[in-house]
């Protein structure tokens, strides 16, 4: 299984930018995918979360009200709608997929993608 995240940039704060990434390989079932970020000396966090069962999304308080986190199941893609950029959003962000590669796997595997930039200038 492969993740392939996309969409970072160099961006203005109060800019937005939107993020993808795409699961690929052999599939069975994604139980759900987030998005965590690296910033500059710091430790990797979690920024959102979706879970495949009902939808549920989970926000870090930093990001909430101004990021929203997105699936398409039909394409294994998960989407990072990120609003009001600030320079504190300034990181690697990484996708993670907990999948189930085939039927009688009874529990998922993580999946994490290779990362990519987001730089927020002030």
């Known amino acids: 299984v492969q993740l392939q995240a996309s969409g970072g940039g160099l961006v203005q704060a109060g800019g937005s930018l939107t993020l993808s990434c795409v699961a690929s390989g052999t599939i069975h079932a994604i139980n759900g995918m987030a998005w965590y970020r690296q910033g500059p000396g710091r430790q990797r966090e979690a920024v959102a979360g979706?879970?495949?069962?009902?939808?549920?999304?989970y926000y870090a308080d930093p990001v909430k009200g101004r990021f929203t986190i997105s699936r398409d199941h039909a394409k294994n893609t998960v989407y990072l709608q990120m609003n009001n950029l600030k320079p504190e959003d300034t990181a690697v962000y990484y996708c993670?997929?907990?999948?189930?590669?085939?039927?009688?796997?009874?529990?998922?595997?993580?999946?994490w993608g290779q990362g990519t930039l987001v730089t927020v200038s002030s």
């Open positions: 979706i879970v495949s069962s009902d939808g549920g999304t």
């Open positions: 993670k997929a907990d999948v189930r590669r085939y039927l009688w796997e009874m529990r998922p595997t993580e999946y």
